[in-house]
């Protein structure tokens, strides 16, 4: 029996195999043969006949397809006219579906925002010292140290006679400069003011760096040993109404004429100073200091020939050191000027701009991760609305567009959200930088992004990810929506699209997988600062202020305090408590295996120093005011050195001392580094004074100090510190690091719930009908309740699964940098987990709560 | 029997001739063209649909789907002016075509 219908479908199945023909074309094609055999039946043909006469008219497939083939590669001149309706569509969605679009918007943006502030900080980062035109051939040279039963010791400064020795012996380094770090009293017209960050350089530093001259000549600074450049900062500071060229100031005591102002030194500069001074100036006075090869002090820069290879450079001079010093055991090597300031290894005696290289990477892998987090929410949010575009979707096939055309559809869809992200994300930007500049002690401003050259790389780099990302977020619902069936979509009232449930899901738990982690690893690093700021350091950094003064008035003035209100205590010493960096590998006692060599720091302080500092004698006793060749050394030691009973042995250490006391540990460097063996003397009049005040007197002892100060220096500013700010600048990065990932975990948390938000709530919609049947037939609240949240839950639980011991293991090697680290413990997991999962709930039960109380009446009228 | 090239050649012109008396659907458009030529030119009917389809493409005419009652939807298709304009320049060489054949094969009419 013929079955017309049956043949029709067969027939129109040939027209499938072919891709030249669009749903709509196929459409076409049906609804001719239809007429036609219509018309055949009514002149009186069998369906079976007319089918057969209108096919065998229609003619053959195969060259249909060809042409049509050919039609399609031809450019379409409706193109523009479709992108204009493109868009046109998409501003109605807009308008439209609020929410969405704001739930979709809000999320990128925000995520936007955090990688544009990441953006500039790891380019900031990254940009140090790249100003140099020669940064390709300029080197450090830098040491490291090998002792007996201790790690290497990297040190990042060199003796004086290193510089020029490198210059003259190998051909291959054409240029090189000492730099040493200076301060010196100013004296002007009766003022003293202490300027630190001074420099003192050999003639090529200006040939080698790029530090640019505003007047002056370098010629004639470098010829005169009492000349002196000055930034342009300080010649403002102290001519500020002439010019400064040929006037002369007073530098502790000492007569330099200004002969250049140099600019400022651009804040992306390992390398940071505000006068310079001739190096032979020093040399002058210190004659015997040229050809030292014992004492590291200073920083040796050399520039190498271009033709020059790295690796063969540092096989010629590793040994350099050696050679000249035969008892060092100091090995040399060149390290790129470019990877100082992000440089993995930890030097002793390392320049103060210093960055770390581990939080450029986490902060870019935090960005990529709130970027793709956000990418997300908006493949979910798109693909989980795709029912309700599917008959949009599904007209658009029947009237002939394509897949191709369909995608490009979406794509500008999404492209033109990130774009309106963008916008946003630029004017929070531009809210924000004083805030983040804050954070992260930077100095971005938004005439940067006015400036020629930086605003419009930024902003072809901004469009560009804007694209990036809206392509990123739009490929999947693209791909996804494109590829619904017409039929399936126009036929029916109401369409469901399961498809592509598991991968929202997957999503979801990747969102979360990364929020937890996030949270995790600010929870952690919270927990480590606090740690740091509580690690017994071995002294007291508590009420403690301190101040210079010189050595020959330093007992008067410290026995003038002493008698203050408030002072509990004073001593002195000559160094600062956590910067104990000088150190010897020349101290030798009976018993010492002569062939190893042990590096001692060394410290020297008064009588009072170990009691005012709260330092704990283990064995032995303190230094009395008349000893003069007794030393107290640290457990650390003590067991390096060897002894059984060290009071009373003799340690040749500048000569002949007793040891009168062993110390317990205490901390006088960073805490990332481990502590190491200490020798502590005692040295007349040291010129820093260290008060340790009375609590309750804190706010009074900065003014009580100041009076004793104007007795002592009328015409010298004062200036104190306190131990315990200092100390917290040393850990500036880790705090840095802990309150940006603090933002970082809430933004990522609140993106991914902004994505569960919607949803939930797209998802309780599909189930408007269900939920209303179950209530009528009985269900409780709560028990629809837990119904709407479990499925969730059980979402975020899975990326619990994932997120804890990820978090876990990179945690951990995190840790790994502290000498002094916390353990990890079971709750802070608890606690991330306890967090995404409150955040998660309360995000899903607003809406099935909202859900789940409705008068079913209302879901269930439209039937 | 009209040959297959010279039917290929006038498609054009010639479905282009019949929008512009009004807008027509793929199975009408056949119809008239066979009505016309009174089945001597031979058509599959088919091969219509992608010159249709290429005349959209290049901007000569323009589609829509028409649903009128309980009637099957039809696309239909309109001639937009840059489609009249091709078609009176086809016009154009068909009637130079047509004048060149006729002087020579009835060159007395052809002098008049």
Same mark, same amino acid.
């Not at chain 1, 007209?395 to 567009?401: E, Y």
């Given at each position: 029996?013929?079955?017309?219908?049956?043949?029709?479908?067969?027939?129109?199945?040939?027209?499938?195999?072919?891709?030249?023909?669009?749903?709509?074309?196929?459409?076409?094609?049906?609804?001719?043969?239809?007429?036609?055999?219509?018309?055949?039946?009514?002149?009186?043909?069998?369906?079976?006949?007319?089918?057969?006469?209108?096919?065998?008219?229609?003619?053959?497939?195969?060259?249909?397809?060809?042409?049509?083939?050919?039609?399609?590669?031809?450019?379409?001149?409706?193109?523009?006219?479709?992108?204009?309706?493109?868009?046109?569509?998409?501003?109605?969605?807009?308008?439209?579906?609020?929410?969405?679009?704001?739930?979709?918007?809000?999320?990128?943006?925000?995520?936007?925002?955090?990688?544009?502030?990441?953006?500039?900080?790891?380019?900031?980062?990254?940009?140090?010292?790249?100003?140099?035109?020669?940064?390709?051939?300029?080197?450090?040279?830098?040491?490291?140290?090998?002792?007996?039963?201790?790690?290497?010791?990297?040190?990042?400064?060199?003796?004086?006679?290193?510089?020029?020795?490198?210059?003259?012996?190998?051909?291959?380094?054409?240029?090189?400069?000492?730099?040493?770090?200076?301060?010196?009293?100013?004296?002007?017209?009766?003022?003293?003011?202490?300027?630190?960050?001074?420099?003192?350089?050999?003639?090529?530093?200006?040939?080698?760096?790029?530090?640019?001259?505003?007047?002056?000549?370098?010629?004639?600074?470098?010829?005169?040993?009492?000349?002196?450049?000055?930034?342009?900062?300080?010649?403002?500071?102290?001519?500020?109404?002439?010019?400064?060229?040929?006037?002369?100031?007073?530098?502790?005591?000492?007569?330099?004429?200004?002969?250049?102002?140099?600019?400022?030194?651009?804040?992306?500069?390992?390398?940071?100073?505000?006068?310079?001074?001739?190096?032979?100036?020093?040399?002058?006075?210190?004659?015997?200091?040229?050809?030292?090869?014992?004492?590291?002090?200073?920083?040796?820069?050399?520039?190498?020939?271009?033709?020059?290879?790295?690796?063969?450079?540092?096989?010629?001079?590793?040994?350099?050191?050696?050679?000249?010093?035969?008892?060092?055991?100091?090995?040399?090597?060149?390290?790129?000027?470019?990877?100082?300031?992000?440089?993995?290894?930890?030097?002793?005696?390392?320049?103060?701009?210093?960055?770390?290289?581990?939080?450029?990477?986490?902060?870019?892998?935090?960005?990529?991760?709130?970027?793709?987090?956000?990418?997300?929410?908006?493949?979910?949010?798109?693909?989980?609305?795709?029912?309700?575009?599917?008959?949009?979707?599904?007209?658009?096939?029947?009237?002939?567009?394509?897949?191709?055309?369909?995608?490009?559809?979406?794509?500008?869809?999404?492209?033109?959200?990130?774009?309106?992200?963008?916008?946003?994300?630029?004017?929070?930007?531009?809210?924000?930088?004083?805030?983040?500049?804050?954070?992260?002690?930077?100095?971005?401003?938004?005439?940067?992004?006015?400036?020629?050259?930086?605003?419009?790389?930024?902003?072809?780099?901004?469009?560009?990810?804007?694209?990036?990302?809206?392509?990123?977020?739009?490929?999947?619902?693209?791909?996804?929506?494109?590829?619904?069936?017409?039929?399936?979509?126009?036929?029916?009232?109401?369409?469901?699209?399961?498809?592509?449930?598991?991968?929202?899901?997957?999503?979801?738990?990747?969102?979360?997988?990364?929020?937890?982690?996030?949270?995790?690893?600010?929870?952690?690093?919270?927990?480590?600062?606090?740690?740091?700021?509580?690690?017994?350091?071995?002294?007291?950094?508590?009420?403690?202020?301190?101040?210079?003064?010189?050595?020959?008035?330093?007992?008067?003035?410290?026995?003038?305090?002493?008698?203050?209100?408030?002072?509990?205590?004073?001593?002195?010493?000559?160094?600062?408590?956590?910067?104990?960096?000088?150190?010897?590998?020349?101290?030798?006692?009976?018993?010492?295996?002569?062939?190893?060599?042990?590096?001692?720091?060394?410290?020297?302080?008064?009588?009072?120093?170990?009691?005012?500092?709260?330092?704990?004698?283990?064995?032995?006793?303190?230094?009395?005011?008349?000893?003069?060749?007794?030393?107290?050394?640290?457990?650390?030691?003590?067991?390096?050195?060897?002894?059984?009973?060290?009071?009373?042995?003799?340690?040749?250490?500048?000569?002949?001392?007793?040891?009168?006391?062993?110390?317990?540990?205490?901390?006088?460097?960073?805490?990332?580094?481990?502590?190491?063996?200490?020798?502590?003397?005692?040295?007349?009049?040291?010129?820093?004074?260290?008060?340790?005040?009375?609590?309750?007197?804190?706010?009074?002892?900065?003014?009580?100090?100041?009076?004793?100060?104007?007795?002592?220096?009328?015409?010298?500013?004062?200036?104190?510190?306190?131990?315990?700010?200092?100390?917290?600048?040393?850990?500036?990065?880790?705090?840095?690091?802990?309150?940006?990932?603090?933002?970082?975990?809430?933004?990522?948390?609140?993106?991914?719930?902004?994505?569960?938000?919607?949803?939930?709530?797209?998802?309780?919609?599909?189930?408007?009908?269900?939920?209303?049947?179950?209530?009528?037939?009985?269900?409780?609240?709560?028990?629809?309740?837990?119904?709407?949240?479990?499925?969730?839950?059980?979402?975020?639980?899975?990326?619990?699964?994932?997120?804890?011991?990820?978090?876990?293991?990179?945690?951990?090697?995190?840790?790994?940098?502290?000498?002094?680290?916390?353990?990890?413990?079971?709750?802070?997991?608890?606690?991330?987990?306890?967090?995404?999962?409150?955040?998660?709930?309360?995000?899903?039960?607003?809406?099935?709560?909202?859900?789940?109380?409705?008068?079913?009446?209302?879901?269930?009228?439209?039937? | 029997?009209?040959?297959?090239?010279?039917?290929?050649?006038?498609? /054009?012109?010639?479905? @282009?001739?019949?929008? !512009?008396?009004?807008? &027509?659907? #793929?199975? *009408?458009?056949?119809? /008239?063209?066979?009505? @016309?030529?009174?089945? !001597?030119?031979?058509? &599959?009917? #088919?091969? *219509?649909?992608?010159?249709?389809?290429?005349?959209?493409?290049?901007?000569?005419?323009?589609?829509?789907?028409?649903?009128?009652?309980?009637?099957?939807?039809?696309?239909?298709?309109?001639?937009?002016?840059?489609?009249?304009?091709?078609?009176?320049?086809?016009?154009?060489?068909?009637?130079?075509?047509?004048?060149?054949?006729?002087?020579?094969?009835?060159?007395?009419?052809?002098?008049?």
């Amino acid at each position: 029996m013929f079955n017309l219908e049956k043949s029709i479908r067969s027939w129109l199945k040939l027209f499938q195999k072919h891709r030249a023909f669009n749903h709509g074309s196929i459409r076409e094609m049906e609804l001719h043969l239809r007429d036609h055999i219509e018309d055949l039946i009514a002149e009186g043909h069998s369906e079976k006949s007319a089918f057969e006469a209108a096919v065998k008219e229609f003619g053959d497939i195969k060259p249909m397809a060809k042409e049509e083939y050919w039609n399609l590669r031809l450019k379409s001149s409706l193109n523009r006219a479709m992108i204009k309706n493109y868009l046109k569509i998409t501003l109605r969605n807009f308008r439209k579906h609020k929410s969405y679009a704001f739930v979709n918007i809000f999320g990128l943006t925000i995520g936007l925002t955090i990688v544009l502030l990441i953006g500039l900080f790891v380019s900031d980062e990254l940009g140090f010292d790249q100003f140099h035109a020669n940064k390709a051939d300029l080197y450090r040279v830098v040491e490291n140290q090998y002792y007996a039963g201790q790690p290497v010791f990297p040190v990042a400064v060199t003796p004086t006679a290193l510089a020029p020795s490198l210059h003259e012996e190998y051909p291959e380094i054409v240029k090189a400069t000492r730099i040493a770090i200076d301060a010196d009293e100013f004296e002007l017209g009766g003022n003293k003011i202490m300027e630190n960050e001074g420099i003192m350089v050999d003639p090529h530093f200006f040939e080698m760096f790029s530090f640019p001259m505003i007047d002056g000549s370098i010629a004639s600074f470098f010829e005169n040993l009492n000349g002196l450049i000055l930034t342009e900062e300080l010649a403002n500071k102290y001519f500020p109404d002439k010019n400064p060229i040929g006037e002369l100031i007073r530098l502790n005591g000492q007569d330099f004429e200004v002969m250049g102002i140099a600019e400022d030194v651009p804040k992306n500069s390992h390398l940071s100073f505000r006068y310079i001074k001739n190096f032979q100036n020093y040399l002058a006075g210190n004659p015997d200091r040229a050809n030292n090869w014992l004492s590291n002090w200073l920083y040796t820069y050399v520039q190498l020939d271009p033709a020059a290879v790295l690796d063969t450079v540092n096989n010629k001079v590793i040994g350099h050191i050696k050679a000249n010093n035969e008892s060092s055991v100091t090995d040399i090597y060149l390290q790129p000027l470019t990877d100082i300031y992000l440089g993995d290894v930890d030097f002793t005696v390392e320049v103060s701009r210093k960055g770390e290289m581990m939080y450029v990477r986490i902060f870019i892998v935090v960005a990529l991760f709130i970027l793709l987090i956000s990418c997300i929410n908006f493949m979910n949010l798109s693909t989980a609305r795709s029912a309700k575009r599917a008959k949009e979707v599904g007209l658009r096939k029947t009237v002939g567009a394509n897949r191709n055309q369909l995608i490009v559809q979406f794509l500008t869809e999404s492209v033109v959200f990130t774009l309106v992200a963008v916008v946003l994300a630029i004017v929070i930007v531009a809210i924000l930088l004083p805030s983040f500049n804050q954070l992260t002690s930077k100095e971005f401003s938004l005439q940067m992004l006015v400036d020629p050259e930086f605003g419009i790389q930024l902003g072809i780099l901004v469009l560009f990810s804007a694209f990036i990302t809206g392509l990123l977020a739009g490929s999947y619902p693209a791909v996804f929506l494109s590829s619904i069936r017409p039929i399936l979509t126009l036929n029916a009232q109401n369409v469901t699209i399961k498809q592509g449930a598991g991968l929202r899901k997957l999503l979801v738990v990747v969102q979360f997988t990364i929020s937890v982690i996030l949270i995790v690893g600010t929870l952690v690093v919270y927990k480590q600062l606090q740690f740091i700021q509580d690690v017994d350091l071995g002294y007291s950094k508590e009420h403690v202020i301190y101040t210079f003064v010189p050595s020959r008035q330093s007992t008067a003035f410290a026995n003038e305090v002493r008698n203050q209100r408030g002072v509990v205590s004073v001593a002195r010493s000559n160094r600062h408590p956590a910067y104990v960096l000088s150190s010897s590998s020349g101290f030798t006692w009976s018993g010492k295996d002569p062939d190893e060599t042990i590096l001692f720091h060394y410290m020297g302080i008064d009588e009072h120093y170990v009691s005012t500092m709260e330092l704990r004698i283990r064995e032995g006793r303190d230094f009395f005011p008349t000893d003069t060749s007794a030393v107290m050394i640290n457990e650390r030691a003590l067991e390096i050195m060897g002894l059984e009973n060290p009071l009373g042995q003799t340690i040749d250490a500048f000569g002949d001392r007793t040891i009168v006391g062993v110390l317990e540990n205490f901390n006088f460097k960073s805490i990332h580094s481990g502590i190491e063996p200490m020798i502590i003397f005692m040295i007349p009049r040291p010129s820093r004074v260290y008060i340790k005040y009375d609590p309750a007197e804190e706010e009074n002892i900065a003014a009580t100090l100041d009076e004793v100060w104007k007795e002592f220096f009328p015409n010298a500013e004062s200036e104190y510190y306190f131990l315990d700010k200092d100390f917290n600048e040393m850990y500036e990065a880790e705090q840095r690091t802990s309150r940006l990932s603090t933002y970082f975990a809430i933004l990522a948390v609140l993106i991914s719930c902004l994505g569960l938000f919607g949803l939930v709530s797209y998802a309780i919609e599909q189930r408007t009908k269900e939920i209303g049947i179950r209530k009528v037939l009985g269900a409780s609240v709560p028990r629809l309740f837990v119904l709407l949240t479990t499925d969730f839950t059980k979402l975020v639980l899975v990326s619990l699964l994932v997120s804890l011991p990820v978090g876990w293991f990179s945690m951990n090697k995190w840790l790994d940098n502290y000498a002094y680290r916390i353990d990890l413990s079971i709750w802070i997991f608890v606690f991330a987990a306890a967090i995404a999962l409150f955040i998660a709930l309360f995000t899903v039960s607003y809406q099935s709560v909202r859900a789940s109380v409705r008068n079913p009446v209302n879901a269930l009228r439209n039937d | 029997m009209i040959s297959k090239n010279l039917t290929a050649a006038s498609t /054009k012109p010639i479905i @282009l001739g019949i929008l !512009k008396q009004g807008n &027509s659907y #793929g199975y *009408l458009i056949i119809k /008239k063209i066979k009505e @016309l030529s009174g089945g !001597k030119m031979e058509w &599959s009917d #088919g091969m *219509l649909y992608p010159v249709l389809h290429r005349l959209e493409k290049e901007g000569s005419i323009k589609s829509k789907w028409v649903m009128e009652g309980e009637s099957r939807p039809r696309k239909y298709y309109e001639i937009t002016p840059s489609g009249k304009k091709v078609l009176s320049s086809e016009m154009e060489q068909w009637m130079q075509v047509n004048s060149v054949i006729e002087r020579l094969w009835n060159p007395k009419a052809a002098s008049n």
